[in-house]
């Protein structure tokens, strides 16, 4: 093997370590999303999605629309890709910083938001002991 | 010869690269910030908690047309009007209702049948005027695995409302799981609520002779369950 042909293997073998580290953190535990959020108008409100995929235990995950997170929101409900056994709590904090008491529970747990503490920001958390991956689902004002 | 083999390697490990990178495009692709539509289910259908048989052993319930709505807290009505289907698809449509009695201006519970689910919700001064609740399968629910804990009525204590079906006459709560009952409540049109101390709590619902008829764990804890 010639030193050249030494160098070309080197660079390849080192292309592919770099693209494995690559999956590895794109799927690994907690993986931190800059925009997570997907909305579309539905009969008068905004119903948008937001995303947690393996994401580690009592940790918040925040709506975020990588835009205006700051909404009107009227609904907080959460949902696992578990058959809804994973143990799951939907948080508010309106624009002052102050929070709603947090329904936690396996299946679907659901917060609605008084017009009075609009408009905030949402959030949810797991339970589990590892990561899981978790969805908030809510409904929020023009 | 040793050339030949150098540059199938390097092909090979180019061919491993290209995949590797069209696996991540992909996945980046799957966080897309925008859709169509935002009905919850969309974009992941897997995520989904099934609804199975009917809420028969739940006598709470009554056709939701016969429920006068003025009965309905208003925090509650309103969310009824906007929850999801079963699994977060389509559009809720509740298809009977229960009003706990004994309920006052700052705590009243309503049980709900939603798209084949059933649900408790909670609403009044307590939850600083916000409805909170939860929806499950009906076998669950018959499992005594149906509750919601609500963190922030009280500093030290989490409230724990659930529902149980007929025949379920009290539930104790072992905080901490240490073979101690530390809490007792009355089931009260299947529904009870206490507050327990924030540590995972081991539930369990009896009959009218005392007989166990479910246990559930809680996992609750100090550090924000």
């Known amino acids: 093997m010639t030193a050249g042909s030494v160098k070309q293997v080197f660079a390849a073998v080192a292309t592919a370590a770099a693209l494995a580290l690559a999956l590895v953190g794109s799927f690994g535990t907690g993986r931190a999303q800059a925009a997570n959020t997907s909305c579309g108008w539905s009969e008068g409100v905004w119903a948008c999605n937001y995303y947690g995929n393996n994401w580690p235990a009592w940790t918040e995950l925040w709506f975020d629309s990588g835009g205006n997170n700051l909404r009107s929101f009227r609904m907080n409900s959460g949902y696992d890709s578990y058959g809804g056994t994973v143990y799951k ?12 008491p947090r329904p936690c529970s396996t299946g679907n747990p659901v917060l609605w938001i008084p017009e009075w503490r609009r408009p905030g920001y949402v ?12 969805r908030g689902y809510t409904t929020h004002g023009g | 010869m040793q050339s030949i083999v ?3 390697l390097i092909v090979s490990l180019l061919a491993l690269a290209a995949v590797a990178l069209l696996v991540v495009a992909l996945s980046a692709t799957s966080d897309s910030t925008t859709s169509d539509s935002g009905q919850a289910g969309d974009s992941e259908p ?56 004994g309920g006052s201006g700052s705590s009243q519970a309503v049980v709900a049948e939603v798209s084949g689910s059933l649900c408790v919700f909670a609403a009044g001064k307590d939850y600083q005027g916000a409805a909170v609740g939860s929806c499950f399968t ?55 609520q206490a507050d327990v101390a924030k540590a995972p709590t081991a539930v369990t619902g009896r009959g009218a002779s005392g007989d166990a008829r479910f246990q559930a764990n809680l996992p609750l804890a100090a550090n924000g369950g």
């Open chain 2, 138 to 192: 009906i076998t669950k629910a018959e499992a005594g695995e149906a509750y919601v804990a609500v963190q922030g009525t009280s500093q030290d204590e989490v409230r724990v409302i659930g529902i149980v079906p007929d025949g379920v006459k009290d539930v104790s709560f072992d905080s901490g799981a240490n073979g101690t009952v530390d809490a007792k409540a009355p089931v009260q049109s299947n529904v009870y």
């Open chain 1, 123 to 134: 959030f949810m958390y797991h339970g589990a002991n590892g990561p899981r991956s978790i």
């Open chain 2, 46 to 101: 897997a995520l989904a908690a099934t609804s199975g048989g009917t809420a028969s052993q739940f006598s709470v319930l009554k056709p939701a047309a016969s429920v006068p709505k003025g009965e309905i807290p208003d925090a509650v009505a309103s969310v009824l009007d906007e929850l999801p289907g079963s699994g977060g698809q389509g559009n809720g449509v509740v298809t009977a209702l229960g009003i706990v009695p």
């Open chain 1, 89 to 100: 709590c939907m948080g508010y904090m309106d624009s002052g910083g102050g929070q709603l």
């Open chain 2, 6 to 8: 150098n540059r199938k």
